[in-house]
């Protein structure tokens, strides 16, 4: 799949990435998430399914 970056000419490969967010004062990184990055500029695309799992796990965290 082509870069969504306009500028950009690279292709997504399938990765993991971690993943952090600041919750508060919390910080929380969640490892291993699948996503799709761009080879040539790294812009990161991450599924909306896997997104809504890792507001998911987060919530229950904070909770």
Known sequence: MRCLVPSCSGNYQDKEISHSTQVKDEL???DNVPAKVCDTCGDTV??????????????????
Request: charged letters at 25%.
């Open 28 to 30: 929380f990184v969640v």
């Open 46 to 63: 991450v599924n909306p399914k896997t997104n809504e799992i890792l507001q998911k796990i987060i919530q229950e965290e904070t909770s």
